[in-house]
RNA sequence: GCCCCCAUCGUCUAGAGGCCUAGGACACGACCCUUUCAAGGUUGAGAUCAGCGGUUCGAAUCCGCUUGGGGGCACCA
């Protein structure tokens, strides 16, 4: 078997969608895994949608995703690498011109001067009369005459590649099998040149393809009907014809093709909301194959060990975002402190940019939190609901919140301030989790409290929630000075309250 | 409209003729653990394998039809 080489080709047209970034991950893994070549280009032929920040946002996306490619652009200053380069189709457009000015000599293509009004009334009429829309191919056998005609009329012709009327193209699809498609069903010959002399996408695929020596095109679903168009332009320009496999779409909740109108599809924005990179991957390369055994958390390294194109799904897979943020928690749960430490800063920079909080916390700070904190993150964003409260100057705990269903405010205000009592004297001599909770045990067992009831009063008080990480480690974290100032503005509360309805 | 593809729990999937009275995971319920929230553990409910015909001793698995869904048919990619 030759040589394997693969390739992602997004158009910068819009942010990473998802279904980029997937279609990269299956690229990227079968290259990985047969030991091939993972080929980045990108086709930035439609001028009018293609901007320099999309393509920034694909390029890093990817790169976020651990993605890399083997010959491509660079990111930043970094250079282009490969050598089968340029690997922007804006900068290859002599070759497009080169191989459309090939098959014109060759009589595959020729010159059509149908304006874009005469081509919309064509389809128009065929479409009243119930007709299959396609080119009738007019201008398929003009002279030389009516060509100079058209000319001096100031038409300037697009170029059109013959495809054949009555043939049947077959091709072995990697993930769907046999699949035939009638020549008769392509609409005719394709534009393959716009009248500026710019390429379209079906062209700049088969030549690039062609030129980069791809040997397995894996795609979307999405192109499967157009791959007779490809092949008949291989087979035109005497290229040997790769491997095709059409990966399953990635489908919204109502089971359409996924669009950011029904479902979130920029990769960048699941960044934003604190997925990460382990996890989004583990997720995409699970949707639409799986290993076949019970395996569900999976590395990259092996998702590469395990990959295997036969193995994909035929069928549509909906974005199930309960399961990304699921494998995104047990991902999050495998990252050492360090880690988690450096990824968590990003999002506590943002809620105190936001006001969320009051000021930064230090290293010393986080680290002290990460244990509590680790396995309670579905997202790296959900930090700031978690510990939010400590790095805050003022609490202001709801006293409804704090008084347990078998105490009113007066006996919850008695019950903080023996606790007060006891917490104080602990925090002179060791303020540790282990040290505080064992005098509070016994005080509960001395009253007759359920300990729930003191540890939630205390834990509305401290934290203003009724949902904290474990109380006492809470407290450590909170220091001995605010957790009693704490304890003091919630038993000023309780008390107003006693007094005001008794 | 024409062409192509697809069809197992709500969702992602296992299943390559007997191992399937269909397995796992997410979500959901219960219980255990427990100071709350999580995490973890145990467990429950959840799929007449879209329907109908065939092939076969035997079909979720093979074939055909039907139905349903999706995708494609640009001087977009």
Redesign the pocket.
């Known amino acids: 078997m030759s040589e394997v080489r693969v390739r992602i080709?997004?158009?910068p047209?819009g942010p990473l969608h998802l279904g980029t970034a997937r279609t990269a991950l299956f690229n990227f893994l079968f290259a990985r895994h047969t030991g091939g070549t993972f080929i980045f280009r990108l086709?930035?032929?439609?001028q009018a949608?293609s901007t320099e920040a999309y393509e920034l946002d694909i390029l890093e996306g990817l790169h976020w995703l651990g993605i890399r490619w083997d010959e491509g652009p660079g990111i930043g200053d970094e250079p282009e690498r490969g050598s089968y380069g340029p690997y922007r189709q804006m900068q290859r457009l002599e070759r497009y011109e080169e191989a459309a000015t090939r098959l014109l000599a060759q009589d595959q293509a020729y010159y059509c001067y149908?304006?874009?009004g005469e081509?919309e009334a064509e389809?128009r009429r065929q479409e009243a009369a119930?007709e299959?829309?396609?080119?009738s191919g007019r201008c398929a056998h003009l002279t030389p005459a009516e060509r100079g005609a058209f000319e001096a009329e100031g038409r300037?012709p697009?170029v059109r590649f013959r495809i054949p009327p009555n043939r049947t193209i077959a091709f072995d699809d990697i993930v769907?099998?046999?699949?035939?498609?009638?020549t008769a069903?392509?609409?005719g010959d394709l534009?393959i040149l716009?009248?500026?002399g710019?390429?379209?996408?079906?062209f700049?695929v088969a030549v690039d393809d062609a030129a980069m020596a791809i040997s397995h095109v894996i795609r979307g679903?999405?192109?499967?009907?157009?791959t007779p168009k490809h092949i008949l332009l291989f087979e035109a320009m005497g290229a040997p014809i790769p491997q095709f496999a059409h990966l399953?779409?990635i489908?919204n909740p109502?089971?359409?093709?996924m669009s950011k109108r029904k479902s979130q599809t920029a990769v960048a924005d699941y960044r934003a909301q604190g997925f990460i990179p382990e996890a989004f991957v583990n997720y995409l390369a699970?949707?639409?194959?799986?290993t076949?055994t019970?395996e569900?958390v999976l590395s990259q390294a092996e998702l590469i060990e395990r990959f295997d194109l036969?193995?994909v799904?035929?069928?549509?897979?909906?974005f199930?975002r309960?399961?990304l943020?699921?494998l995104n928690?047990?991902w999050i749960?495998r990252l050492s402190p360090d880690d988690l430490m450096d990824r968590l800063r990003p999002f506590l920079q943002a809620d105190l940019d936001a006001g969320r909080i009051d000021w930064l916390p230090s290293d010393e700070e986080i680290r002290a939190l990460l244990y509590v904190v680790q396995?309670?993150l579905?997202t790296l964003a959900a930090v700031g609901d978690l510990i939010r409260f400590l790095f805050v100057k003022n609490l202001d705990p709801d006293v409804a919140a704090m008084v347990p269903k078998r105490w009113d405010a007066a006996t919850t205000a008695a019950a903080l301030s023996a606790a007060r009592r006891t917490i104080a004297d602990v925090g002179r001599v060791c303020w540790e989790?282990d040290e505080i909770?064992p005098p509070l045990r016994s005080l509960v067992e001395d009253r007759r409290w359920q300990?729930?009831d003191l540890?939630?009063a205390i834990?509305v008080a401290v934290t203003g929630r009724?949902?904290?990480?474990?109380?006492?480690?809470t407290m450590v974290a909170l220091g001995y000075e605010r957790t009693l100032a704490r304890l003091d503005r919630a038993i000023e509360k309780l008390e107003a309250q006693a007094a005001a309805a008794p």
Not at 254 to 257: E, F, L, N
Not at 466 to 473: I, K, M, N
């Open positions: 080709a997004p158009s047209t086709e930035d032929t439609d949608r149908c304006t874009p081509l389809r119930r299959t829309v396609r080119y300037r697009v769907r099998g046999h699949v035939e498609i009638d069903a392509l609409g534009v716009r009248s500026d710019t390429p379209l996408y079906h700049t679903e999405d192109h499967l009907s157009n399953p779409l489908l109502d089971r359409t093709k699970l949707l639409g194959w799986s076949g019970e569900e036969s193995t799904n035929s069928a549509g897979a909906v199930d309960e399961r943020v699921w928690g047990q749960r396995e309670r579905p989790a909770e300990a729930g540890f939630m834990r009724t949902a904290s990480p474990p109380l006492f480690d």
